[in-house]
C-alpha cells in the first residue's frame, strides 16, 4: 500500500519562503511522474506542479517563477521550494501522483501552509 507523509509546512510572512517535503513508500516513486496539489477551505483540491520521470517540470501560472518542483528518487521524496509566497498560497498542501498517469494514491493528511503577517 503506497504511503505519503507531507511536511514542512508552517506559518509564514508574505515574502517568505518554505521547503515542502513529500516522502512516498509502498511503490515504484522513480518510475511515476508526481505532482503537488494544493486545497484551500471550500475549494476542490488544485494542481499546481508536476515533474516527469525525466524530470521535466510543469506549474500553474500563479505559482510559476515562485515555486520549483523537484525530486530525489533515491530517497524517494518529493520537494516543493516556495519562495516569494502570498497570502493566497495559505492551503494544505499534497503530493500523489501526475494525473493522467496511475490511478491516485490515497491521499495523505496534507502540510498547511499559512500565510499573513
Known amino acids: 500500500q503506497v504511503q505519503v507523509k507531507e511536511s514542512g509546512g508552517a506559518l509564514v510572512q508574505p515574502g517568505g519562503s518554505l521547503r515542502l517535503s513529500c516522502s512516498v513508500s509502498?511503490?515504484?516513486?522513480?518510475?511515476?511522474?508526481v505532482a503537488w496539489y494544493r486545497q484551500t477551505a471550500g475549494m476542490a483540491r488544485e494542481l499546481i506542479a508536476g515533474?516527469?520521470?525525466?524530470?521535466?517540470?510543469t506549474y500553474k501560472d500563479s505559482v510559476q517563477e515562485r515555486f520549483i518542483i523537484t525530486r530525489d528518487n533515491a530517497r524517494n521524496t518529493l520537494y516543493l521550494q516556495m519562495n516569494s509566497l502570498k497570502p493566497e498560497d495559505t492551503a494544505v498542501y499534497y503530493c500523489?501522483?501526475?494525473?493522467?498517469?496511475?490511478?491516485?494514491?490515497?491521499w495523505g493528511q496534507g502540510t498547511r501552509v499559512i500565510v499573513s503577517s
Open positions: 509502498g511503490t515504484r516513486f522513480k518510475q511515476l511522474p
Open positions: 500523489n501522483v501526475a494525473p493522467d498517469s496511475v490511478p491516485l494514491w490515497s
Open positions: 515533474i516527469t520521470v525525466g524530470y521535466t517540470t
